[in-house]
C-alpha cells in the first residue's frame, strides 16, 4: 500500500463514444469499453490507495461517469463526487489553480479530467515524465509537486 496522504491522482476519463453529429462533446458517453476500462482501473485504484479523501471532475458526461465508477469501487455514494465546471476544457493554468485549492484537503485527491490540459498539467508536474495520457490513464503526483 503507497502512502496516500497529500498525493493528487490524475485520471483521464475513459474511452468515450465518438462524437455524432447531433451529439454535443460535452454530452458523449463512455463506450462500453471505457466503462469495463474504467472498473478495472477503479479496482486497482482502491487496491493501491484504499482510502481517498475526495473525487473531483469536469460535469461532462464521461467524465462523471468515470468518476461515478471509481466512487462506486471505493463504495461511495455518487453524490460525494465533486464537479467543477471549470475542469471541462481546462487550460493548464486553470487545473493548476484547481490542484492549488485542493492542497487545504489532507489525504489523496482523485481528479478526474480532459486533455489536453490534464497531460500538459500531470507533463509539468511530472517534470516532462508524462507525455502520454490515452482514455482511462492514471497519473499519480505526489501533493508536495502539485503545489508547485
Known amino acids: 500500500?503507497?502512502?496516500?496522504?497529500?498525493t493528487l491522482i490524475a485520471v483521464r476519463h475513459a474511452k468515450?463514444?465518438?462524437?455524432?453529429?447531433?451529439?454535443?462533446d460535452f454530452d458523449r458517453p463512455l463506450a462500453q469499453q471505457g466503462?469495463?476500462?474504467?472498473?478495472?482501473?477503479?479496482?486497482?485504484?482502491?487496491?493501491?490507495?484504499?482510502?481517498?479523501?475526495?473525487?473531483?471532475?469536469?460535469?461532462a458526461l464521461?467524465?462523471?461517469?468515470?468518476?461515478?465508477?471509481?466512487?462506486s469501487a471505493y463504495g461511495w455514494n455518487p453524490d460525494r463526487v465533486r464537479y467543477d465546471e471549470r475542469i471541462y476544457e481546462a487550460t493548464v493554468?486553470?487545473?493548476q489553480d484547481i490542484?492549488?485549492?485542493?492542497?487545504s484537503i489532507d489525504g489523496a485527491v482523485i481528479l478526474v479530467g480532459h486533455n489536453p490540459g490534464l497531460l500538459e498539467l500531470c507533463f509539468e508536474l511530472t517534470s516532462g515524465a508524462t507525455t502520454r495520457m490515452s482514455p482511462g490513464a492514471v497519473?499519480?503526483?505526489?501533493?508536495n509537486a502539485a503545489a508547485k
Not at 16 to 24: I, Y
Not at 49 to 59: C, E, G, Q, T
Not at 139 to 143: A, D, K
Open 99 to 103: 490542484v492549488r485549492e485542493l492542497d
Open 1 to 6: 500500500m503507497i502512502t496516500t496522504m497529500h
Open 93 to 95: 493554468s486553470t487545473l
Open 62 to 71: 464521461r467524465t462523471s461517469m468515470t468518476a461515478e465508477l471509481i466512487a
Open 16 to 24: 468515450a463514444e465518438s462524437a455524432h453529429l447531433h451529439t454535443r
Open 35 to 59: 466503462i469495463e476500462d474504467a472498473r478495472h482501473a477503479a479496482a486497482e485504484l482502491v487496491r493501491w490507495y484504499p482510502k481517498v479523501s475526495a473525487i473531483i471532475a469536469s460535469p
Open 139 to 143: 497519473v499519480i503526483i505526489p501533493r
